[in-house]
């Protein structure tokens, strides 16, 4: 994890390439979801920890010059490339990229996929902003077939015993 003292808050980092553009602001938002509970014979509610969303960043980017307006319009064009096969649960989309920047260390996070950009905006000065919206990337989590759930998805029997699933001619011993 890359440490966020004495980095640059100015400073963004995206797919190994340091953006010419200043950083005037960063947030993320994490949030947790629980699951409020009351019920008869409670004593008040309560609560049941279902795990953690993924984070909301956002960054927004000055800039002041025609470099900085180059560097962003190639920014822009790396993270809206074109489509491709990311993987076999998402298959066509645009991969995550690793991002660096001090608000992103603080979290742990690492990846982003970009949901919106809005800009550059220019003013009367000239002078550019450029809004990145992106959600926190991380890989599925691993999954195992167990046998209840390949004899509940209509597709294998489990054998009367319970040790023997029949999936599609091929028989599974537990």
């Known amino acids: 994890m890359t440490q966020a003292i004495g980095q640059d808050w100015g400073v963004l980092v995206v797919g190994g390439t340091i953006i010419d553009a200043d950083v005037s602001a960063a947030e993320v938002t994490r949030k947790t979801k629980w699951d409020k509970k009351t019920g ?68 742990g996070i690492r990846s982003l996929i970009v949901e919106e950009i809005k800009g550059p905006i220019f003013d009367e000065k000239q002078l550019g902003t450029l809004t990145i919206k992106a959600i926190e ?34 028989t599974i011993f537990g």
């Open 40 to 107: 008869a014979g409670v004593d008040g509610a309560y609560c049941v920890y279902q795990g953690d969303e993924l984070a909301d960043v956002s960054f927004t980017l000055q800039i002041t010059s025609k470099e900085q307006l180059d560097s962003v319009r190639a920014l822009i064009l790396f993270l809206l490339g074109p489509l491709k096969p990311v993987g076999k649960t998402a298959p066509k989309g645009r991969a995550p990229q690793d991002w660096v920047h001090p608000a992103l260390s603080v979290h």
């Open 137 to 170: 990337w991380r890989k599925p989590p691993k999954t195992s077939v167990t046998k209840a759930a390949v004899a509940s998805d209509g597709l294998g029997k489990m054998g009367r015993d319970g040790k023997a699933a029949i999936l599609g001619g091929l």
